[in-house]
């Protein structure tokens, strides 16, 4: 099994910045991917970016992307999302995520199994 623990969400004005981490613990070298999702208000949880955990691919959505860099630590394992250029929009339940289904895209947003409990992030205009 895996855990993971969110931490870093808060409230920011628009155009600023907030750094999320998540602590990942259990069986952390069996992890194939790492990921955040976002549920906005009414909305379904979407996925946004993610990470392999061998090759370090990155990948973003065109909602995020030039914004939000993810990265990982692995001597912490530790994931990060660090936002920049914040939007109202993007206001919603910040999720880490992850699995262990070895030889997908990282950006398949079905395969992730493991979640954290979330951080709100909210962005004041």
């Known amino acids: 099994q895996v855990q993971l623990a969110e931490s870093g969400g808060g409230s920011v004005q628009a155009g600023g910045s907030l750094k999320l981490s998540c602590a990942a613990s259990?069986?952390?070298?069996?992890?194939?991917?790492m990921g955040w999702f976002i549920q906005a208000p009414g909305k379904e949880r979407e996925g946004v970016a993610s990470?392999?955990?061998?090759?370090?691919?990155?990948h973003y959505t065109d909602a995020v992307k030039g914004r939000f860099t993810i990265s990982h630590d692995n001597a912490t394992n530790t994931l990060y999302l660090e936002m920049s250029a914040l939007e109202a929009d993007d206001t919603a339940m910040y999720y880490c995520?992850?699995?262990?289904?070895?030889?997908?895209?990282?950006?398949?947003?079905?395969?992730?199994?493991?979640w954290g409990q979330g951080t709100k992030v909210t962005v004041s205009s």
């Open positions: 259990g069986y952390v070298n069996s992890i194939a991917c």
């Open positions: 990470i392999h955990s061998v090759s370090g691919h990155k």
């Open positions: 995520a992850a699995h262990r289904r070895w030889g997908w895209e990282c950006s398949m947003w079905s395969n992730y199994n493991y």
